[in-house]
């Protein structure tokens, strides 16, 4: 194995591994929405440093191995998607820290027929299983698995667009949880930015394995 080959095999490694820890906070925070324990929303919010670290090291990392080793072809795609992948990543962690912070500002549990109307608990699954997706997807260098991943976007964008009608006719029947019902469809709209980033993740997989430049492309 070639110095590069090392360098590129590390680099994968520590993208899977700030990976896994975007998709832990996502599923702490849901888990903390779900059961009201606050203690999983807070160690969202204080794990968001170790998100933003990781990024930086592996933007570093890039940097080196584009300074010491010229990559070209493939290896190039790779460190080249990796960049974006991993501020995609970042900003996944940005959103599951957000979503914590509202699941620590509320002061009673979610409504559940109010998470009911608005498919809430079918949004976060569904914004996990984008992740999972695109992670197993890169991990096992499967396009196909890359671009199911925008037909699922497109169930979450549908589920963003009914939310607002859902929203209103809550509201309407229960004033008196008009901040909650705000709160929530913020998450969602939070959620709905979880699908974009993982398309993105999923444009880039695409044009590391393939050389497919699919960004603007309808």
Known sequence: MTHLEKELKALKGDTV???QLVLSQLQKASHS??????????EVVANE?????????IDRDCENIFALYNPVAVDLRLVLATLKIVNNLERIGDIAEGISLFIISEKETFDKSLLKSTRFNEMFEGAIKTVEDVLKA?????????RSIFKQDEILDEINVEANKNIAVFIT???EKTEQALNVLS??????????????????????LE???LKHVK
Do not use: C, P
Not at 33 to 42: E, G, P, R, Y
């Open 17 to 19: 591994e700030m990976w």
């Open 211 to 213: 050389a497919k430049v």
């Open 138 to 146: 890169f991990e096992t260098e499967d396009t196909k698995l890359a």
């Open 173 to 175: 029947n229960n004033l």
């Open 187 to 208: 998450i969602i709209r939070r959620l709905e930015r979880v699908g974009d980033q993982s398309k993105n993740i999923a444009e880039e997989i695409i044009f590391y």
């Open 49 to 57: 440093k170790r998100v933003n670290s990781m990024e930086l090291n």
């Open 33 to 42: 929405l779900q059961t009201f324990d606050k203690d999983f929303a807070h």
